[in-house]
T-cell receptor, first 113, second 114 residues
Framework: GNSVTQMEGPVTLSEEAFLTINCTYT??????LFWYVQYPGEGLQLLLK?????DKGSNKGFEATYRKETTSFHLEKGSVQVSDSAVYFC????????????FGPGTRLSVLP | DARVTQTPRHKVTEMGQEVTMRCQPI?????VFWYRQTMMQGLELLAY????????DSGMPKDRFSAEMPDATLATLKIQPSEPRDSAVYFC????????????FGPGTRLTVL
């Protein structure tokens, strides 16, 4: 079946450091890929998405590129802020799989001032 | 600003009591999802509705959990009887079910069963 694997956290960085959170997926069809962010005490919010190979999703300084050849969708940000501290979830939605979402386990990011 | 609403935001109850959680999806969305989030298990899909019909509830313990959509503006998740292991945050999400099938999450209901 479909699955999403993320790098284990927690990830702790200093402010202005470069961030990469790895995400790889397995899918039977041709999925759409997402990154969601969850701030403390809140629900998940869509951060960015990509619907086809080589698409780059971007938002709030975060970027991720849909790489079909490596089945990856790594999240990057050039300079993190304390306010970026949250849990980040990689997810996919596959039309061949009933369009159900499959979420990764989440990666907790802590950014220190 | 359209958003998914959930009530109650917090619920503390005793083991054996019935718990009902409610969700109002975004107007016009025809897919609704219920998730449970715990530290140990992460985010688990409990049930999935399209046009008010249940399409997948395989993640839900059938003996005590039930999910319904009485109308297009209300989804409910009921636990009867509740147990301490049900303590978690329960999220509702809705979507259009088309295109990339993006989901919009509510703020969650934090349930504590004593």
């Amino acid at each position: 079946g479909n699955s999403v694997t993320q790098m284990e956290g927690p990830v702790t960085l200093s402010e202005e450091a470069f961030l990469t959170i790895n995400c790889t997926y397995t899918a039977t069809g041709y999925p759409s890929l997402f990154w969601y962010v969850q701030y403390p005490g809140e629900g998940l919010q869509l951060l960015l998405k990509a619907t086809k190979a080589d698409d780059k999703g971007s938002n709030k300084g975060f970027e991720a590129t849909y790489r079909k050849e490596t089945t990856s969708f790594h999240l990057e940000k050039g300079s993190v802020q304390v306010s970026d501290s949250a849990v980040y979830f990689c997810a996919l939605s596959d039309r061949a799989y009933g369009q159900n979402f499959v979420f990764g386990p989440g990666t907790r990011l802590s950014v220190l001032p | 600003d359209a958003r998914v609403t959930q009530t109650p935001r917090h619920k503390v109850t005793e083991m054996g009591q019935e718990v009902t959680m409610r969700c109002q999806p975004i107007l016009g969305h025809n897919t609704v999802f219920w998730y449970r989030q715990t530290m140990m298990q992460g985010l688990e899909l409990l049930a999935y509705f399209r046009n008010r019909a249940p399409l997948d509830d395989s993640g839900m313990p059938k003996d005590r959990f039930s999910a319904e959509m009485p109308d297009a503006t209300l989804a409910t998740l009921k636990i009867q009887p509740s147990e301490p292991r049900d303590s978690a945050v329960y999220f509702c999400a809705s979507g259009t079910g088309t295109g990339s099938n993006e989901q919009f999450f509510g703020p969650g209901t934090r349930l504590t069963v004593l």
